[in-house]
């Protein structure tokens, strides 16, 4: 199914990944493509056999952890035709570095212990080497690389501060964000302290992905959506902004992604990103002028109409290509991760749909 | 606390609920006002010390089935010097009608049994007298008017058919919506059968609510950000439209509330109502001119607000009137429902702070 993970840690050269030869980096950068190119947020994951089958043999950290498994999941989705792969790692594991233990409780998702609470919780958090305590992460970015030979880049990715705050605060998931928005609240000051380390750590984290070899970034603010535009603004922005500005002289596409984030679109753009990651609570085509056709798009299939048959995901993906008109700069995905229930054959469906359009399109 | 209900069923005349009298009223038409009107969702709740007083003699259902109980429920706020009352009830009690059977579990939340899964379902839901089936709601209705006064109005409400939906084919509270958006897609047909029969009894259920009293309605579509725009107007909106329209003649104010709206805002005002409610996740000015300034607003302090500071809830209070602008037809609320770890001083806080803040400012 794959190439066979290779121990060679040199990228290869630049050339194999130029805008030229990949539709997803050329659309990044809102250059004319024969192809609208996708991928899929979570496209390595539980709705594929061969993933289910790995996982049966081993924990969820523990193939994150070792480099050649998480390669190798992060590989699997190339048999789907998708036109970029993405590091196989969860969005939490920065805050592992930090000092929290980290596990995922079945049916509940990931616990985060001891949550933190207050300004000793900060001044307790571990300092972090991101080549020491995240270079399993460095180093399936390698062996990714060097199995996939330069056809399809690879996308290496880290949470965004306040997505990772909230889960650290609230000790897991949450509805409310009760506790993350009491803390912002009561302890700005805490707060802060807080968001800064993440962003350091974040942005640590990201360069060093980027010099291992990944090929574009996402920054994932999942739950930013939680949110007043308002204290978007106040208590986040800075934080999201130093992270991807601080990215920008690697000369790589940074995608900047968040859901229910309909109401704050332009807030996100100013934050940062050549292309902005939206979920399908709104229309591509609105979301595409709010944040400005000076930046690319990156949408928003909802997760749920990979469930459906197939007139309707076609219906689907007709109206977002639709609306994307044609526009250089859209790369189609879903509104967030494709759910585990999902059939595998209809991801593989809406790739070859997608592609077939747009060449059928005339572009 | 509040005036013994008396037995008298005769609505008080429509003169003492008329807007000149009533900021809230007026404000739902759009007419100037002394002060800004402020309600909350959820207000009369757990939050509230003689509530819980209550709810430790009476299970949820039943303080809901007994009018007298839920009447005395309805007038608690009336100390916090709101502008409204609204009816205690849940807006699951019409799927009760229908046939399902309803509990409320602790840290689960409602649950819905047997869920609707397919035609056969929807062929086997009860038909429904709104006067038999949901009397004793009516009678509350009777109960409050008559011991409020004339004070302040009453407004009656109803969840709308999505949201009824959801909960009735997930079989409670959901996080995907898989299977409800599944039967949207697989099934269509069946989908549109329940959303028919739920807009029927919907409208059958507020237009006897006015006639018992309500001086207002609200619409509560509460989950119906969790769509695509695109299956909003296709699956729900001629639903709602239905329900919201076949109220027009009764002279009532209509106010149609959802959260994560703020990708299909004009859509919701498209589907009607006098009044558009929105939650936090939009700034309230953008969310006006969204919806249009031909109909009022409703909206948007983050629930968790009022669990901060009195110096950040000033702020927050302040940020939403100014975006207000004085502009007549804005109605002070939260975006959603009152949190039960709410302060109560802080809701009484807000409601002095807005009235004081729209007096300062001269009108």
């Not at 794959?2 to 050269?13: A, E």
């Not at 990044?28 to 993933?51: H, I, K, S």
């Not at 998480?70 to 000092?99: E, H, N």
Request: hydrophobic fraction near 45%; proline fraction near 8%; glycine fraction near 8%.
């Amino acid at each position: 199914m794959h190439t066979r993970p290779i121990s060679n840690l040199q990228s290869p050269t630049p050339e194999t990944h130029s805008p030229t030869t990949s539709p997803f980096l050329a659309a990044c950068w809102r250059q004319p493509t024969d192809v609208t190119p996708v991928w899929f947020m979570r496209q390595a994951g539980r709705y594929m056999p061969e993933y289910r089958a790995l996982r049966e043999k081993y924990g969820l950290l523990e193939m994150m952890r070792i480099p050649e498994l998480a390669a190798q999941v992060t590989l699997m989705p190339l048999r789907l035709g998708v036109d970029t792969l993405i590091l196989f790692a969860d969005i939490l594991l920065p805050l592992v570095a930090l000092g929290f233990d980290l596990t995922f409780v079945p049916g509940k998702g990931p616990v985060l212990d001891p949550p933190l609470r207050n300004a000793d919780d900060v001044a307790r958090l571990r300092p972090v080497k991101v080549e020491e305590a995240l270079g399993y992460v460095l180093e399936t970015v390698h062996l990714v690389r060097a199995a996939v030979e330069g056809r399809v880049p690879l996308i290496g990715f880290a949470g965004a501060p306040f997505t990772l705050a909230s889960y650290a605060i609230e000790g897991g998931s949450s509805r409310h964000y009760l506790r993350t928005k009491r803390l912002m609240y009561e302890d700005p000051q805490t707060w802060h302290a807080f968001m800064d380390r993440l962003a350091d750590v974040t942005l640590a984290y990201l360069r060093a992905q980027v010099r291992a070899g990944a090929q574009a970034i996402q920054l994932f603010d999942s739950w930013v959506g939680a949110l007043s535009p308002a204290d978007y603004r106040a208590y986040v922005l800075p934080y999201s902004q130093r992270i991807l500005d601080g990215l920008a002289d690697l000369g790589v596409p940074r995608i900047h992604f968040g859901t229910g984030t309909a109401g704050m679109l332009p807030l996100l753009r100013e934050a940062g990103g050549d292309v902005i990651g939206v979920d399908w609570r709104i229309d591509l085509d609105r979301a595409w002028a709010l944040v400005g056709y000076d930046v690319g798009i990156q949408g928003n299939l909802d997760p749920v109409v990979l469930l459906a048959p197939r007139e309707v995901i076609a219906r689907e993906v007709r109206r977002i290509l639709r609306q994307a008109n044609g526009r250089p700069g859209h790369i189609f995905n879903l509104g967030h991760g494709i759910l585990p229930e999902t059939p595998v054959e209809n991801v593989a469906f809406v790739v070859e749909m997608v592609h077939q359009m747009t060449i059928d399109d005339g572009r």
